[in-house]
């Protein structure tokens, strides 16, 4: 079964810490991974994306490193602030259909406090 | 930001009402969809449309349906909305293959009463 499992469930660090964010998963065949921020009441919106290739990308504060041979995936984030709380989503696309099926992990609830 | 709005943003209804929840983009792409996501779950993909005239039921089974007349617009309606349809509903859309990033509207949440 195709699954996407993160780690922590939830965090709460200081700002200015960094952190690490966890994702294993048992997709296959494997497309692309790609790192969601949501906002309380918002929708997701794309951080990095990854393929087969690539270990490592970043985006600013953010970056993402991919293992395809022990399909795992973590999202650094230095030196966190206040406005990076929200729920991070790894999520994970196979090559199995023409629709690049999307599977999705429960994300990991990042607080930053002052 | 995407260009990608949903309305309402919020809406509270009585057991057996029917509603419509509206998805516009204007980034032309031809792939959208709809997912359901309770609080501190996985997102499940319930509808997806390839262009218009095309639906197909996703994932998740929903007492919902979807149409596609316009390119730009994805609807989703309950005929009789119940307790059990309480929940978050994203709309997406994405261009092109696989690879392409799906863009996520803000979310409608949905409390049946």
């Known amino acids: 079964k195709n699954q996407v499992e993160q780690s922590p469930q939830s965090l709460i660090i200081l700002e200015g810490k960094n952190c690490t964010l966890q994702c294993n998963y048992t997709v296959s065949p494997f497309s692309n991974l790609r790192w969601y921020k949501q906002d309380t009441g918002r929708g997701p919106v794309s951080l990095t994306i990854?393929?087969?290739?690539?270990n490592t990308k970043s985006n600013g504060r953010y970056t993402a490193t991919l293992d395809a041979d022990t399909k795992q995936s973590s999202l650094h984030i230095t030196a966190s602030q206040l406005s990076d709380s929200a729920s991070y989503i790894c999520?994970?696309?196979?090559?199995?259909?023409?629709?690049?099926?999307?599977?999705f992990g429960r994300g990991t609830q990042l607080t930053v406090w002052p | 930001e995407a260009d990608i709005y949903q309305t309402p943003r919020y809406l509270v209804i009585g057991t057996g009402k029917k509603i419509t929840l509206e998805c516009s983009q204007t980034?032309?792409?031809?792939?959208m969809y709809w997912y359901q996501q309770d609080p501190g779950m996985e997102l499940h993909l319930i509808h997806y449309?390839?262009?218009?005239?095309?639906?197909e039921k996703g994932d998740l089974s929903s007492e919902s349906t979807v149409s596609r007349i316009r390119t730009e617009h994805f609807p989703l309606t309950l005929e009789s909305a119940r307790p059990s349809h309480t929940s978050q509903y994203l709309c997406?859309?994405?261009?092109?293959?696989?690879?392409?990033?799906?863009?996520f509207g803000p979310g409608t949440r949905l409390l049946v009463l």
């Open positions: 997406a859309s994405s261009q092109g293959t696989s690879q392409e990033t799906q863009y």
């Open positions: 449309s390839y262009g218009v005239n095309s639906t």
């Open positions: 999520v994970v696309s196979d090559r199995g259909s023409t629709l690049g099926r999307l599977y």
């Open positions: 990854m393929t087969f290739s690539e």
């Open positions: 980034m032309g792409h031809d792939k």
